[in-house]
């Protein structure tokens, strides 16, 4: 049978078309191509499944506006061996494409991470992570990979949304759905989904996720909100969220496949038990203890002491055999004894109270060099912060898909191994590294001063010292000392404070709150809840929990106690330390010199190649930035130089007019005349009958180069040529003719 090029496509077609829906079956997926959509803030939102990657557990695009993201979820077929958690992993992954511009670098591909693509990759995990079985083990991938990106519409949002749809139709076990809105404060009103125009007004950046029940994230900055209007905010968040999650139901009521089964990886319930009954009370007593060190140390010796019994009961071999369930049992009896001290009998492991806040203590200056440095204190956790200002230009380059190219405030965040007694190289910043400092930045950017008030680039750079939980927030306490010493005119100084929580599962109303959680307790409690604010108001929240979610009493009280544990830390231990930013920066820090000039004065400043700024800067030694507006900074630790500089650049920019006076340089003679430097490398021309009221006959008899000479400009041709005279001016002195120039400027004002 002989088959033409068309029966041959056809054919092709057929047996992909069959090899897709065999492999689609043995998935227990779903072939055909489907879409639905709901309004959101206004806007259709769609989300599309069974056209793309066929290969995995679930494929959804959202699209919202002209925005468009593409989330796959994958699972593995076996679980992974020797691992004590759930090994799940989200990647937001920014396409260049997306925005219509072609990456940087030498290889003009995307390379690692932008630091906003791994914070929204945190933020995608934190509300569908507590929501998979406990005892699940097998590795999940999330990819998020941004399509298309309108500006008005956020790919953020989307992702969430998508990665929650995906889990909820896939055969995935995933106890949601979820979903997520942006709330702005715009005018006086809350606005869902803000669109860039919105963004430039609202005093509110907030992220808010969700089931239909309760709040399972909440991301937020803003500009010193108070705490009834930040959870107005998100009720009104909530409100959106329930009619995404139902419509992510019907979805998955629709096109959802059965759960897969999974190897259930329970603590060994006799194990547990043998271990419970014989040193349930011992480990109560053990995890007590003001000291992390201690406590360490005693579950150490305790994990030794165990395994010995079962080595003299079992022998080695069984011991041996049965290791990692032995390391289960005694990780859960710690979490069961440090829930049961504190839900039950309301005792925290360091003895405090259940709203007591550790020892505090500041101290600022302590380093000599530097622009800014300050030392926060908390118990066991300490942070030291280094302020360093810069210039203009030296502002952080961002290489993503928001419409900022520049940030001139920049935090960072770095936690050593040996600040929780560890001894592991440093591989430079991780996820958790760069969420810290984001956070940090993010409540301490509303209260930098704009750069007309305060025109330097600042960097923060927070040094975890010691770690005992909570260390983010003291970096927010540091990172306020070190601006304040540095000098910056910083609006209100910025506090950071976490509160825990411990909740009976069965009962939503029934939990204990904790103010100021150390390691252990945000380890085996709920929720780690943080906020950093002025006296005034919020400028940033981040909430991390392990239930299901919080409901809105929960979320009130924790604004109430970190509000008042915020005003504490204030008053009682920061300002009595420095109550005030300096009223000078550093003599080390670059002092700024700033003027105006005329835009198209800036060629002439800059020169041919460069070549005039080039001799100000190797003259001087300063750093100058010019503005496209023909703003002027000069950058020097020496402000006699930076004076110097300035002087230089505004006689290069300086319009001369007729009748003006000036004392210049002589910088040749001719037969006809003389050329005199008059500022700027501007020369003029004293004919040789302007120079005395007598005749002359010979300049150089009257004048030589490199003599100082008062001129007066008596003419400016169309060309810029300039006619001087030096008559009745050569009794002048340098001091009269400022004098002289002083009284035109005042003529002129």
């Known amino acids: 049978m002989c088959l033409n090029n068309k029966h041959i496509l056809e054919v092709t077609f057929i047996e992909k078309l069959s090899s897709y829906i065999n492999l689609n079956k043995l998935k227990g997926g779903r072939i055909m191509f489907k879409t639905y959509s709901m309004e959101l803030a206004g806007r259709p939102l769609t989300i599309e499944t069974g056209k793309f990657a066929g290969l995995a557990n679930a494929d959804v695009v959202v699209r919202y506006g002209e925005t468009v993201v593409m989330v796959n979820v994958t699972a593995s077929k076996e679980p992974r061996d020797g691992i004590d958690f759930f090994p799940l992993s989200v990647d937001y992954e920014e396409k260049m494409y997306a925005v219509g511009k072609i990456p940087g670098g030498f290889t003009r591909r995307e390379g690692k991470a932008a630091d906003k693509a791994i914070l929204v990759s945190r933020a995608i995990d934190r509300p569908i992570r507590p929501l998979f079985p406990k005892d699940f083990r097998n590795d999940v991938v999330v990819v998020a990979t941004v399509l298309s990106v309108e500006p008005d519409n956020s790919p953020e949002v989307c992702a969430m949304i998508g990665t929650s749809a995906a889990l909820s139709i896939s055969d995935i076990p995933f106890g949601g759905p979820t979903a997520a809105v942006k709330v702005g404060y715009v005018d006086g009103k809350f606005v869902i989904n803000p669109t860039l125009e ?24 803003a ?19 329930k009619k995404v999650c139902k419509f992510i139901s019907d979805i998955k009521a629709d096109i959802g496949k059965p759960k897969m089964e999974y190897k259930s990886f329970e603590v060994d319930h006799d194990i547990y038990e043998e271990i419970e009954a014989n040193f349930e009370e011992r480990m109560y007593n053990d995890v007590q203890a003001l000291e992390k060190e201690v406590r360490d140390k005693n579950m150490e010796k305790l994990s030794e002491d165990v395994t010995n019994y079962f080595i003299e009961k079992y022998g080695e071999e069984r011991a041996e055999e049965v290791k990692q369930d032995i390391a289960d049992s005694l990780y859960k009896l710690e979490k069961k004894s440090v829930r049961k001290m504190i839900f039950e009998e309301h005792k925290r492991p360091d003895g405090r109270a259940i709203d007591e806040i550790r020892p505090l203590s500041c101290e600022v200056g302590l380093l000599p060099r530097v622009h800014g440095s300050g030392l926060f204190t908390r118990g066991q956790t300490q942070v030291l912060s280094v302020a360093t200002l810069g210039m203009k230009n030296e502002e952080q380059i961002l290489d993503g898909l928001d419409e900022e190219e520049t940030k001139r405030y920049i935090h960072q965040y770095n936690f050593p191994s040996y600040s929780v007694g560890e001894a592991r190289p440093s591989r430079g910043p991780g996820r958790r590294e760069i969420g810290h400092g984001a956070l940090a930045e993010r409540a301490l950017v509303p209260v930098i001063p704009s750069e007309e008030e305060f025109p330097y680039t600042i960097r923060v750079v927070s040094e975890v010292l010691s770690s005992n939980g909570s260390t983010s927030q003291a970096s927010i306490c540091g990172s306020t000392l070190a601006l304040m010493d540095a000098g910056v005119p910083i609006k209100n100084p910025v506090a950071g404070i976490s509160t825990g929580l411990v909740s009976n599962p069965e009962d939503p109303d029934d939990y204990v709150m ?10 085996f409690g709920d929720m780690d809840f943080k906020v950093g604010g002025t006296k005034n108001g919020i400028t940033a929240i981040q909430v991390d929990i392990k239930c299901d979610g919080l ?3 929960i979320i009130a009280e924790a604004f109430e106690r970190t509000e008042k544990a915020r005003m504490h830390i204030l008053n009682d231990v920061m300002l009595p330390v420095i109550s005030k930013p300096r009223e000078e920066i550093s003599k080390y820090a670059p002092q700024i010199v700033t003027t105006q000039i005329k835009v198209e004065k800036i060629k002439d400043v800059i020169g041919k190649g460069g070549e005039t700024i080039n001799k100000i800067i190797d003259a001087t030694g300063v750093k100058i930035d010019i503005e496209e507006d023909g703003q002027v900074m000069i950058y020097s630790p020496d402000q006699d130089k930076a004076y110097e500089a300035l002087d230089m650049i505004e006689d290069i920019v300086r319009e001369f007019e007729v009748g003006q006076i000036y004392y210049g340089t002589v910088t040749r003679t001719t037969s006809f005349g003389a050329f005199v430097d008059i500022g700027g490398g501007k020369e003029g021309l004293v004919h040789i009958s302007k120079i005395a009221k007598e005749r002359v006959n010979k300049v150089e008899d009257y004048v030589k180069p490199g003599d100082k000479v008062p001129v007066k400009v008596i003419g400016i041709d169309d060309q810029g040529k300039i006619n001087l005279t030096m008559k009745d001016l050569v009794d002048l002195s340098q001091e009269k003719i400022l004098e002289e120039e002083l009284k035109d400027d005042n003529k002129e004002e």
């Open 223 to 241: 500009k010193e909100l108070p705490d009834d209007k930040m959870l107005e905010a998100i009720k009104t968040g909530h409100e959106e969220i």
């Open 551 to 553: 409901t809105y009493d």
């Open 198 to 221: 919105e963004r430039a007004k609202t005093e509110l950046d907030l992220t808010v996720a969700g089931t239909i029940e309760k709040i399972a994230m909440i991301e937020a900055g």
């Open 514 to 523: 904790l103010t100021d959680i150390q390691g252990l307790e945000d380890f």
